[in-house]
């Protein structure tokens, strides 16, 4: 008589790749093996790990970009990251001629 298959909250799954938990650290959540879930995942998105989970952490990214640009209306420090990171913003002009 083979196992039972192992329980898998899909909604669960799916946040914590949100999150960006590895796979290692998803299969610790639901107690079983990296092949478990790479199994699970065929079965139930007939995708690998990988594929699904490149698709999933979207979501966290734009939830965490949502939360730092809000976060810039009230830090400088923040505001200032992100004109570096997306706008190309420096500290020093390159041209000190002026």
Do not use: H
């Not at 196992?3 to 790749?17: A, M, Q, S, T, V």
């Not at 079965?43 to 640009?69: P, W």
């Amino acid at each position: 008589m083979a196992r039972p298959r192992k329980e898998i909250d899909k909604n669960i799954f799916e946040n914590l790749c949100e999150i960006q938990c590895t796979l290692e650290e998803i299969a610790g959540v639901f107690e079983c093996s990296v092949d478990t879930i790479e199994r699970w995942c065929k079965r139930t998105y007939k995708e690998n790990f990988a594929d699904i989970y490149n698709k999933k952490k979207m979501a966290g990214k734009t939830s965490l970009r949502r939360t730092q640009l809000k976060l810039a209306e009230k830090s400088a420090a923040m505001a200032i990251f992100l004109g570096k990171q997306y706008l190309d913003q420096k500290d020093k002009p390159e041209d000190e001629s002026w």
